[in-house]
């Protein structure tokens, strides 16, 4: 299972990134994907995580609290990429962002990074006032 992040970068107050993710080495229609980010000195939390209903005809996604209406979680399953668009940035969203993958068949989207099997580097986000 290989992981590979990237897209992260230095913004102003209210830019926009777009985070990838390039997985390969298993199914990736069986598995969750999720972003987790991590700021110095404080514990990872899930950012927004995603899978397919066990149908595989529906997606269902999960957003922390605080991103939600900014930041949009996305896949595409032929090319086995993982997205997440990130807007209206704010200082607070400055972390070192990581996508990670579980095998999931069931419609819940967990977003818990104990729950998480296979984690890519990370890519940093900075947001500046």
């Known amino acids: 299972v290989q992981l590979q992040a990237s897209g992260g970068g230095s913004v102003q107050v209210g830019g926009s990134l777009r985070l990838s993710c390039a997985a390969s080495?298993?199914?990736?229609?069986?598995?969750?994907i999720g972003w987790f980010r991590q700021a110095p000195d404080k514990e990872r939390e899930g950012v927004s995580c995603?899978?397919?209903?066990?149908?595989?005809?529906?997606?269902?996604?999960y957003y922390r609290e605080s991103v939600k209406g900014r930041f949009a979680i996305s896949r595409d399953n032929a090319e086995k990429m993982g997205y997440l668009q990130m807007n209206a940035l704010k200082p607070e969203d400055t972390a070192e962002y990581h996508c990670?993958?579980?095998?999931?068949?069931?419609?819940?989207?967990?977003?818990?990074?104990?729950?998480?099997?296979?984690w890519g580097q990370g890519t940093q986000v900075t947001v500046s006032s």
């Open positions: 080495g298993f199914r990736f229609d069986d598995y969750s």
């Open positions: 990670a993958v579980m095998f999931s068949l069931h419609d819940a989207v967990p977003c818990f990074p104990s729950q998480y099997d296979y």
């Open positions: 995603i899978n397919l209903n066990n149908r595989r005809s529906d997606v269902s996604s």
